[in-house]
C-alpha cells in the first residue's frame, strides 16, 4: 500500500491530497445540499484560460492566472444569474463553454505553452511545489475557520432560506463567502486534479456521505474521510498505472459512489421488507 | 414583552418591478389577537407576511413591538438536508443565540419540550425528510415557539395537513395567545378561519375588509374580495368559485 508513496514527488502529492481532501469534504458538503455540483465543476474548468496564461505568462503564474478566472467567473455567473429569463444552470454553462473556448485559443496564440495540456486538465502527479503544499494547508484552515464561524447561518439558510434570512441568518453574505471559499479551494486543487476533475474531490465525496449519513456532522466527517480515501487511492492508481491523478482519484470515487448506492439500496429494501412485515 | 406584542400597519404598500402587490394596507392588532389573513392567490397574504419581517421594501408605515418568530411554507424546506426533527428545532434557538454560539444542554432541553407540546416527542430522532406533512409543519411550528418570539407569523400552518395536526397547531396557537402573543396566520380555509380566528383581514391587493367573520364574511365583501361567484352556505360557511368562467360550479 505505502509503496507508491516511496518518492519525495509521491510523498508531496500525498501530503498536498490529504490537505486538500479538509476543505473539498468540508465545502462539498455545502457543495451537495445547495445544489451547487454544477457550478463547482464550472469554476474548476472556468480556470483554465487562467492556468493557460499563467503558464505563458510567468509573471503571472498559474495559481495567480487561475484564481482571477475563478473571480471573473464567479463575477459573471452571479451578476448575469439574477435575470429569471436565464436561471437553473444555463448562465453557468453558458460561461463554462466560453472559458473553455478562451483557454483553447490562448493556448494556441497568445500563450505558448510547454505544458503538456493533459496536466492542466487531469491533473500531475511531478506537478507539486513546496508551495503548493502550503495553499493547501491555508485552504484546509480558511475552510475549518470559515465554517466554524458560519456553521449555524450556513445550516439554517441551506435548510430553509425563508426561514433563516428574517431571523437574521443573511444568507446572501452566506452564500458569498462560500463561493469565495470555494473558489479558492479549487484553484488551490488545481495542479494535483486538474481543471476538468476537481470537482471529482468536491461533488463526489460529499454526495457519497450523503447516501450513508442522515446527520449533517456524520455526513461531514464522512465526506472529509471519503475525500481523503479517494485521494489516497487514487494516487497510488495514478503511479502504478501512469495516469493522470485527477483521473484516477475520480474515478475511485465513482466507484467508491456506486458502492454507497448499492449498500444504501440494499438498506432501504431492508426497512420496506421489515415495514410490510 | 408579550403585552406590547402589537403589530401595525399604516398605508403599508409594496409592488415588485413596478407591478403592485400591496397598496395602502392598514390595521393594528394588539397583543392576544388571532388574526387570520384570507384573500385568493396573489391577493399578498405571503408578501403582507414578508413586509412585517422586513423582508420585502415596502412603503408606508410598519411597526411590530415585538420580537416576531416566523413559520414559512412548508415547501421552503429541503428535502435533502440532512437533520432530525430535534435539530430543526433546535434551529430555533440560533438567533436567540445569535447565530454564534452553539445551542447548549438547556437550549436542548427546551427543543425537546417544544417538540413534546406539538406531540412528537417519538419522532424527535426521525430525519425531517422522513416525516408527514403534518409532522412537518408541526415541527416548523416548534421551531417558530424555540424563537421565544412576541408576535407569531405563520404563512399557511394549516394547508394541506391532516386533521390531527391542525388541531394540534390550533392548540399551541391558542396557548400562545392566552400568554398575550400577537398571531398572524395566512390561509385558505375561510370556514376554519371563521371558526379560529377572532379577528379577519380580507385582501386583494389591497385590504377589502377587516374585522369579525359577521363582518367581513359577508357575500358582498367576498365578492369584491374573490371577484367571483359566492354562495353562503347555512352556518356562514361560503363556496367560491374563483374566475367567471368556471362559474357552472357555483350553483
Known amino acids: 500500500m505505502l509503496a507508491p508513496f516511496d518518492v519525495p514527488y509521491m510523498q508531496s502529492a500525498l501530503l498536498a491530497g490529504l490537505l486538500i481532501s479538509v476543505p473539498c469534504g468540508l465545502l462539498g458538503v455545502w457543495v451537495i445540499l445547495r445544489g451547487l455540483a454544477f457550478f463547482s465543476h464550472a469554476v474548476g474548468v472556468a480556470t483554465f484560460p487562467g492556468v493557460v496564461l499563467g503558464l505563458g505568462f510567468p509573471a503571472l503564474g498559474p ?42 485559443v490562448l493556448l494556441t496564440t497568445v500563450a505558448k505553452v510547454s505544458t503538456p495540456i493533459e496536466s492542466v486538465l487531469f491533473g500531475s502527479l511531478l506537478g507539486i511545489s513546496d508551495l503548493d503544499i502550503v495553499r493547501c494547508a491555508v485552504a484546509a484552515a480558511l475552510a475549518i475557520g470559515a465554517l466554524a464561524a458560519l456553521w449555524p447561518r450556513l445550516a439554517a439558510s441551506t435548510f430553509d432560506r425563508a426561514w433563516a434570512a428574517p431571523a437574521g441568518a443573511r444568507p446572501a453574505r452566506i452564500d ?8 479558492f479551494t479549487v484553484v488551490t486543487a488545481l495542479p494535483a486534479v486538474g481543471s476538468l476533475l476537481v470537482s471529482g474531490l468536491l461533488v463526489i465525496p460529499p454526495a ?40 484516477s482519484i475520480a474515478a475511485v470515487g465513482g466507484v467508491g459512489f456506486a458502492l454507497a448506492a448499492a449498500v444504501a439500496a440494499g438498506r432501504s429494501a431492508r426497512s420496506r421488507r421489515m415495514m410490510s412485515a | 414583552m408579550a403585552a406590547g406584542a402589537t403589530v401595525t400597519a399604516d398605508r403599508l404598500s409594496v ?3 413596478g407591478r403592485p402587490a400591496l397598496s395602502e394596507v392598514g390595521f393594528t392588532l394588539t397583543g392576544g389577537t388571532f388574526a387570520g389573513v384570507l384573500g385568493p392567490n396573489g391577493a399578498g397574504k405571503t408578501t403582507l407576511l414578508r413586509a412585517l419581517l422586513g423582508m420585502v421594501q415596502a412603503s408606508g408605515c410598519i ?5 416576531p418568530a416566523y413559520v414559512p411554507q412548508l ?13 430543526v428545532v433546535v434551529m430555533g434557538r440560533y438567533p436567540r443565540l445569535g447565530w454564534r454560539r452553539r445551542p447548549g444542554r438547556s437550549d436542548r432541553r427546551l ?17 425531517f425528510s422522513a416525516l408527514s406533512g403534518g409532522q412537518r409543519q408541526r415541527v416548523l411550528m416548534a421551531r417558530a415557539l424555540a424563537q421565544e418570539g412576541d408576535v407569531l407569523l405563520l404563512d399557511e400552518p394549516l394547508t394541506g395537513i391532516d386533521g390531527p395536526s391542525q388541531a394540534t397547531i390550533l392548540e399551541v396557537i391558542g396557548a400562545q395567545r392566552a400568554q398575550g402573543k400577537t398571531v398572524v396566520m395566512t390561509t385558505h380555509d375561510l370556514g376554519q378561519a371563521a371558526r379560529e380566528c377572532d379577528r379577519l383581514l380580507l385582501l386583494n391587493r389591497t385590504l377589502i375588509a377587516d374585522g369579525t367573520a ?3 364574511l359577508t357575500p358582498d365583501v367576498l365578492r369584491r374580495a374573490y371577484e367571483a361567484e359566492v354562495v353562503m352556505l347555512a352556518g356562514g360557511a361560503a363556496i367560491i368559485d374563483e374566475g367567471a368562467h368556471h362559474s357552472s360550479h357555483s350553483h
Open chain 1, 208 to 247: 457519497t456521505a450523503r447516501l450513508l449519513c442522515d446527520r449533517l456532522g456524520a455526513m461531514t466527517a464522512c465526506a472529509v474521510a471519503l475525500c481523503a480515501a479517494e485521494i489516497v487511492i487514487g494516487l497510488a492508481v495514478a503511479r502504478e498505472l501512469d495516469v493522470a491523478p485527477g483521473a
Open chain 1, 176 to 183: 458569498g463567502a462560500l463561493l469565495v471559499l470555494l473558489g
Open chain 2, 63 to 67: 411597526e411590530v413591538r415585538g420580537r
Open chain 2, 15 to 17: 409592488s415588485f418591478g
Open chain 2, 111 to 127: 427543543a425537546a419540550e417544544l417538540l413534546g407540546q406539538v406531540g412528537l416527542t417519538d419522532r424527535a430522532r426521525s430525519p
Open chain 2, 75 to 87: 415547501a421552503t424546506t429541503s428535502e435533502a438536508f440532512p437533520i432530525d426533527a430535534l435539530g
Open chain 1, 63 to 104: 495559481f495567480a492566472g487561475s484564481l482571477l478566472a475563478a473571480g471573473a467567473f464567479g463575477a459573471a455567473v452571479s451578476s448575469v444569474e439574477t435575470d429569471h429569463r436565464v436561471r437553473g444552470g444555463a448562465v453557468t454553462g453558458l460561461a463554462l463553454a466560453t472559458a473553455m473556448a478562451i483557454g483553447a
Open chain 2, 214 to 216: 359577521g363582518e367581513v
